[in-house]
Nanobody, 118 residues
Framework: QVQLVESGGGLVQPGGSLKLSCAAS????????MSWYRQAPGRERELVAS????????VYVDSMKGRLTISRDNTKNTLYLQMNSLKPEDTAVFYC???????????WGQGTQVTVSA
């Protein structure tokens, strides 16, 4: 059974930092690319960062480029997202995501709320 469990969200002041984690189970974690998405109130869910299974290539959304670092620990089956210089407009629920090609479907975690406010 595939499970993705995010943690690490919270309330942070503008300019602050947070590190999100996503604990994965039920599939061969090291073999698959993983992604972080976010969904702000009233907006569609959008991709913010992706990383290959080996962790040797990453992609970031332009609006957060330079402020994000996606990483993974394949020995712990855990995905991370380090976010720095956070802005109020970064407020959103952040989700981790994986596509299982042999099932032909995406899996999502339950999300973790990030609120950037003074």
């Amino acid at each position: 059974q595939v499970q993705l469990v995010e943690s690490g969200g919270g309330l942070v002041q503008p300019g602050g930092s947070l590190k999100l984690s996503c604990a994965a189970s039920g599939f061969t974690f090291r073999s698959l690319a993983m992604s972080w998405y976010r969904q702000a109130p009233g907006r569609e869910r959008e991709l913010v960062a992706s990383i290959t299974g080996a962790g040797d290539s990453t992609v970031y959304v332009d609006s957060m480029k330079g402020r994000l670092t996606i990483s993974r620990d394949n020995t712990k089956n855990t995905l991370y997202l380090q976010m720095n210089s956070l802005k109020p407009e970064d407020t959103a629920v952040f989700y981790c995501n994986v596509f299982l090609p042999f099932q032909g479907r995406y899996y999502w975690g339950q999300g973790t709320q990030v609120t950037v406010s003074a």
